[in-house]
């Protein structure tokens, strides 16, 4: 009896039941929790020898198939799209996020790839990224590196240690020109290029603070402001100040013989610092139970230091307690001094004392004012116009020949009085009549110059119809 050969198929499964639909010839399935093998070829499994190549039966086609396992299949990320947004009663839709720098992988957590630190666009980790002006940097190699700093250390290094008095002459021309800019962080600068002895630091302080004793209120605010700069940029210590103030302290004596009100001034100063937080409170108690009773000066000082702290509100009004001085000023206030300084002149005549309110303004760029505000009340007093034309005139030849108003300042007054001459004349008829007179006797005491005698406006008489002319101006 002859058989028909047909492939043999051998279904094996696990897990699972044997399904005839699936079946291919000469191939065998073993699928194992899912995952497929094609290691184990259906040639071994064909019971009846035909069709197998060894046995010199015919070759199945698909022998020669390169079976591979399949892929795990990956979890896709989400989708980048945003969700509409409606702006102005438009709806805009945003473009895909395209140029993210997550990973698309839906691998990891979802941060930036290599921490930030790599790719298009970026800038290295922060630990990468360069500090400028590294003045610490000693590699050659470095990009910070710079050979002037490293040649100013190193020569700060070997210079010698300066004190006593070559420190001195090294610090008074700088504290000279802070006085002059008031750039508090130049003084650190130069300050820091200098290789000041430990022992001596404190003679930086001492030093401004004596030289602030013989100026004015302006340069004692600009001490104060450096003082608490330079603690605030570690540039001297407070225990270094404490021992500046202990010093000045104890050479009053001598201070007082240039500065009459030195005690008074250095306890200012004492309280300023204190209120600057560059001292503390305890300081000014210390002392009172170092210094001896005998040291009157000392205790005058410290006196008026604890006065300013302990009285009202003392912490906020010591920002002021060398007033505003100078041009910083406002306008209307320094109006207000100068027309105050010509009244109490005409009512005492002491030029002196005059001069000296003036001076005290410290604003020599503003004595055209004096000249102006004296000549205008020159024109207003108009009922005792003799008396007071007479003494503007001397307190102002006063001013002129001490050198406090300029020639340049007292032309500036005259001519700005000329230029207001229209508007004045509205409240004071004889305005041009009383300017003239005025004029002749400053001229007489050699106040103003022949050229500005004769700058000064006349008023043009009107002309009628009455007059024949018909109301015509001259040619």
Not at 63 to 72: C, N, Q, S
Not at 76 to 92: A, F, I, M, R
Not at 93 to 115: D, T
Request: hydrophobic content about 35%; glycine content about 6%.
């Amino acid at each position: 009896m002859e058989v028909d050969a047909q492939p043999s198929v051998n279904f094996v499964e696990q897990n699972g039941d044997v399904s005839s639909d699936e079946a291919e010839p000469n191939v065998n399935f073993v699928e194992q929790n899912g995952d497929v093998s094609s290691d184990e070829a259906d040639t071994n499994n064909n019971t009846s020898g035909e069709g197998d190549g060894m046995n010199g039966g015919p070759t199945s086609a698909l022998d020669g198939r390169i079976t591979r396992k399949a892929k795990r299949r990956l979890r896709k990320s989400p989708s980048k799209e945003l969700p509409p947004v409606v702006l102005n009663g438009l709806v805009t839709v945003p473009q895909k996020e395209k140029n993210m720098r997550k990973s698309r992988a839906g691998r990891g957590r979802g941060l930036p790839k290599k921490g930030g630190a790599g790719g298009k666009g970026t800038w290295g980790k922060p630990d990468d990224v360069y500090e400028e002006n590294d003045a610490d940097c000693q590699d050659v190699n470095d990009p910070n590196y710079d050979s002037d700093i490293q040649a100013d250390i190193a020569l700060k290094a070997t210079s010698p240690k300066l004190k006593g008095k070559e420190l001195l002459d090294m610090v008074e021309p700088i504290i000279q020109e802070y006085f002059e800019n008031g750039d508090t962080d130049e003084v650190a600068e130069c300050l820091s290029q200098l290789n000041i002895d430990t022992m001596d630091r404190h003679e930086v302080a001492s030093n401004a603070l004596t030289l602030a004793m013989e100026r004015k209120a302006p340069e004692k605010e600009l001490t104060s402001v450096l003082i608490s700069d330079l603690y605030g940029l570690k540039v001297v210590s407070e225990a270094e100040l404490e021992v500046a103030f202990e010093q000045l302290l104890h050479g009053l004596p001598d201070l007082t013989l240039d500065s009459p009100d030195a005690p008074i001034v250095l306890g200012q100063f004492i309280a300023r610092a204190i209120a600057d937080d560059c001292l503390a409170p305890r300081f000014l108690q210390s002392l009172k139970k170092k210094i001896k009773e005998e040291h009157i000066l000392c205790f005058q000082a410290l006196n008026r230091a604890d006065l300013l702290l302990n009285m009202k509100h003392g912490m906020l009004k010591l920002d002021n307690v060398w007033g505003v001085g100078g041009g910083r000023r406002p306008v209307k206030v320094l109006v207000k001094k100068v027309v105050l300084l010509i009244k109490e002149f005409l009512s005492s005549g002491d030029a002196k004392e005059a001069f000296r309110c003036l001076v005290e303004l410290d604003v020599p760029h503003f004595h055209h004012e004096l000249v102006y505000e004296a000549v205008y009340m020159v024109l207003e007093r108009y009922e005792s116009v003799e008396r007071v034309a007479q003494s503007i005139a001397v307190l102002l030849k006063y001013m002129f020949d001490h050198n406090v108003v300029t020639i340049d300042q007292m032309n500036t007054g005259f001519r700005r009085v000329f230029a207001s001459l229209p508007d004045i004349v509205i409240d004071v008829p004889h305005a041009f009549t009383i300017m003239e007179r005025f004029a002749d006797i400053c001229r007489q005491e050699d106040i103003i110059s022949a050229q500005l005698r004769a700058e000064v406006p006349t008023r043009v008489r009107k002309r009628f119809v009455s007059e024949g002319d018909g109301g015509r101006l001259k040619e």
